[in-house]
């Protein structure tokens, strides 16, 4: 297993709790959550570097440089156990019925080669793993829940208010799902942010999927760089590593790659070879191709009075979906998701988040600041993208690694189509905030610093030709490679990728254990 993260944990829990010796090679190390002094003076500031989700700015050991001056959004993925989701505010939806089909709904991208149905078991599971919260009963979803689900903690003052507005415009919406975890570590008293080193946040940190794959066998190196994968005809025989100056070979009868949508097609261009001289499993030219990220933008409106959004609660937050399909006056396929969100903290007010302008310093200073803490909330409208094989990570030309190998290379545009998504949520979220009161709105048409899902980079499809694995994320051309991360996405949605993405990790997982017969699955769609 290659890869720590939240996808990579899963495929080794299940193989380990069958009885398979599992052995999961991490780049990067543990992260002592508790001692990130999350409460600390300078957390804001150590926020924007060394804590970064972006590693070019974060800069840390185990970080590449990426090669992103090619594109206006920035990835922001961790190298680390439990991957980026040590950074993530642990939003965890499924992706809908129709996400699966844009090809036969909208005639845009291409139908999955498989459906919701053949996911929604595996979503249940995902969620119960987690402790997931979530409020039955939302009219955009398939209410096909049955597990057990965690108590929802309060919308909050602010949710309330602006879920009012909603209502009265007649748009849907609804609290988002949210991993809470089984109720160990400390209560939520909601103190801001939502974010690495929170201590109840603690509890949904992907380090916790490792702990759990380690106590069921799974063996964890943690520092071990992946260089490359040595094949031998159709089969991966070694990866090649490197732990400080040491080289390593691993050796396996089985490869689960689980690097990301970066990490993951990198990993395969490296590996290129006299066979594979475009790379590993590479016949068709995808590998690389296809990215998809969740272009967004955001909207703050500021309110005359507090509004209790900073309060000590867990603050849950809510989505609207109501323009998730596609409507024929955005001019664009598909949709956008509008997802509540609290007002910046006080550093970033300070700096002009939320308004445009910063706190003027000197007598004016403390009167300005009660005018905007707490009186400001606003929406994120995520755009589904659309799969382009122009928008690709390759390999740069002029940036490397520490040990000398290309760093990954970011090439992406925001298709015509996700900007025409993205002005028609920016103008329905600056509706729902007027409606609520807001009297300044201040927007942000594309957030640069919001590359944190990355997808399709090895496309899952049933024609080699056209797609790099099958359904149950094997490389067509070397069967005993799988592929289990957002790479093998097809399409985006506009909801959150990690539910999907660890319910297609545990199905192939089913497939590694001979659990689930695809050749039958193929016939039915």
Known sequence: MIGAGPVGALVALRLAGAGRDVTILERGDWIDQRAVAHGSQDYARRRRGPLNANPNLRQGPADDPVDD???????????AVGGSAEWWSAHIPRFRPEDFRTRSLDGVGEDWPLSYADLAPYYTEVEGIWGTASVPGDPSAVNDRNGPLAAMPSIGAHGRRVAAALDRLGWHWWPVDLVVGHGEGPPCTHPGPCDIGCPARIRSSGARLIEAAMAAGADLRTNLRVLRLEASGDRVTAALCRHGDADVRVEADIFVLAAGGMGTPR?????????????????????????????????????????????????????????????????AKRGVKLQLISGPGPDALVRGAGVGAPVPWGARHHAEMEARFDRICGFTVCAEDSADPENRITLSDRLTDRDGLPAARMIYRVSDNSRRLLDHGLERASEALLAAGARHLDRTPLRDQAGFHLMGTARMGRDPARSVTDALGRCHEVPNLIIADA??????????????????????ADGILGRVDECCIAARH
């Open 69 to 79: 001056d090619d594109s206006p959004i920035k990835p922001m993925i961790g190298n």
């Open 267 to 331: 990993l395969l261009l490296l590996s290129s070879s006299a066979q594979w001289p475009d790379g590993l499993a590479n016949g068709s030219g995808l590998v690389g191709r296809n990215l998809m990220l969740h272009p967004y933008g955001r909207v703050y409106g500021q309110f005359d009075a507090p509004l209790g959004g900073w309060v000590p609660r867990e603050t849950a937050g809510i989505v609207c979906l109501e323009f998730l399909a596609t409507r024929p006056e955005t001019g």
């Open 487 to 508: 790479s093998t996405f097809v399409s985006a949605s506009c909801l959150n990728p990690t539910a999907t993405a660890q319910a297609l990790a545990l199905r192939a």
